[in-house]
Each structure stands twice: as C-alpha cells, then as structure tokens.
C-alpha cells in the first residue's frame, strides 16, 4: 500500500569539480560549459530539472565557476544588442537560460568528493526531499527519468537513485547495486550499494547513473561519512547505510532506466553525445547525417 509524501521542489547540482580529463580547454573555462551542439551541458541538467517540476535550484560550485552564474544571469547588454539588430530568435535563445528556473549558488570549498557537495546542499534543502543532478549524465528529455523517479519518492518515501544495466565488464566504472523485485516492473528495492566493484565483487550490473533522489535524513549520515574510495566523502556510502536501515531514512528504491542518455564524463562519449544529438536536431540533422554518411564511407 503505497502513501503520499511530501512534494519535491528542489535541485542540487553538484558542478565544484576541475575537469581534468578536458584540460586544456577547461583550465580556465568550467567543464559544465563545453558546448553540446550550441548549449552548455550544465542548461541540459537545469533544463531536466524544470521538466520534472523542480524549479529551485541549487548549484555547488568552486573557484573559477563564475561563467556557471553569469550563464544563468541576464547579459543586458547582449540582449540590447540583439534586440536593435531585430534577431528575435537569438534573443529568446540568450534569453531562455536566465528565464528558466530560481537559481541559487554555494561553493563547495575543499574538493572532498561528491558526498561532501550534497552536504553543502544542507543550509538551502532544510528537511525535505531534493534531487541531485550530475552533469556528466544527459538523459534525453524524451525518456522523463527525473520525473518518474520523484513519483517513486512521493509514492514511497525514503531515497530512490537510478539504475542502468550496464556490461559485467563495465561495472568497475560505477556504483553497483544490490536489488530486489517490487510490484512495479521499473523499480527495484535497493539492498546495498558498493562504489565502483570489481566485476567479480559486484552485486549485480545495475550500475548508479547520476541521478538521485534524496531523504533528508543523508545530510545527517553525511556528517559522519569517513572518507572513502579516493580519500573522498562518498555518497554511495551514505546511500548504503540508508539501504541496510530502513529506520534511518525510509527504504531506498532504485528506477531502472532504459532510455536515452548521453555520457560527457570522457571525451570520447562526450563527442559521441554531440554527433547523436546533432543527428537529431531538426534543422541540422538531415544536413549533417548526409555529411557523416560520406565521410564515413570516405574514411571507409
């Protein structure tokens, strides 16, 4: 018998990391800025984040992360001069990012791992569910994952995350789940949680993509969170503590999701995104799959 909880109307973003793998493009330019096609990552995440119906948004940030603020600020002067030249469709485009939701800004301070930037969230979150969005994952607005996940928390309460089934081989490169069946075919009853396995180790292949949805009650395991794997405050070892007691926090349920998504985190599957979303923009993918089917069979 499920219940009703709490409505969920905020957004954390956790963006205080340094990017490295990008560098040098990202030495001196944040990596939620790299362009998609013509967007920033990070309006994607924000963007998803509006989808679902949360629309109070929090972003952890650090030094160098000023261009995430000014992005989602008005830029007065660039509008004025769109608006004298009379191109109302860039217009509305600069315009679309500092129209799009209630953003609020935290630095992160000390890089101490994803679990310590979810705790900076605490002060803004006060006692009720949030989401947390990481940048490195686009799902495509087609296939609502957010959204059905905060149905899941308001239905059952307590944390939910979301999974991927991904190759035994893969695993290594995330978070592993331990599950059981529930009574919904795309949900799961969370167990236990190990941060990026062995294959040999794994619970399972459903690997934690980024995504979650959140008790109030992490911040309090977070406090007393030891550093873990990487010397890092890790939040899939808070999340582990709340799947092993339901009493701390209420259960944890995982949402598995079958749908678009699109990795940023390396630069190879960052240029994989862009080619698959630029194959389907209606103004320029007819134009640009003809040029990637001939280059293709050039290089063929």
């Known amino acids: ?33 790299l362009p998609v096609v013509d967007k920033p990552a990070i309006q994607y995440v924000v963007e998803e984040a509006v989808s679902a119906g949360l629309d109070d948004v929090l972003m952890i940030t650090g030094r160098n992360k000023r261009p995430l603020e000014d992005h ?18 860039r217009l509305a485009k600069v315009q679309e990012s500092s129209d799009l939701a209630t953003m609020h800004y935290v630095r992160q301070g000390d890089p101490r791992g994803l679990g310590h930037a979810v705790l900076c969230a605490a002060p803004h979150v006060g006692n009720e569910p949030f989401a947390v969005l990481l940048g490195d994952d686009l799902i495509d607005p087609r296939d609502p994952l957010l959204q059905r996940m905060v149905e899941v928390q308001e239905q059952r309460g307590g944390s939910v ?11 290594h490169l995330y ?18 949680l190990v941060e990026k396995p062995d294959p ?25 969170t030891e550093p873990g794997r990487g010397g890092e405050i890790q939040l899939t070892d808070a999340l582990q503590q709340l799947a ?29 995104a862009i080619v698959r979303l630029a194959c389907e923009r209606e103004d320029l993918g007819p134009d640009f799959r003809t040029w990637l089917r001939s280059y293709v069979a050039e290089e063929m």
Not at 72 to 89: I, V
Not at 161 to 171: C, F, K, N, Y
């Open 72 to 89: 989602f600020d008005r830029n007065y002067e660039l509008e004025s001069a769109l608006q004298k030249k009379g191109d109302a469709g």
């Open 244 to 272: 092993s007691d339901e009493k701390i926090g209420g259960p944890v349920h995982g949402v598995v999701f079958k749908g678009r998504r699109y990795d940023t985190g390396d630069r190879g599957d960052y240029l994989r």
């Open 200 to 224: 040999a180790d794994a619970p399972s292949n459903y690997a934690v993509i980024g995504r979650y949805v959140l008790d109030p009650h992490i911040f309090d395991i977070l406090r007393k």
């Open 1 to 33: 018998m499920t219940q009703s909880h709490p409505r969920i109307s905020k957004a954390v973003i956790p963006a205080a990391g340094l990017g490295t793998r990008f560098l040098p493009a990202t030495k001196a330019t944040p990596k939620e800025m």
């Open 161 to 171: 995350i979301a999974l991927m089934e991904v190759a035994p081989e893969q695993i």
């Open 175 to 192: 978070g592993s789940a331990a599950v059981g069946p529930t009574e919904d075919s795309d949900t799961v009853k969370v167990t236990g």
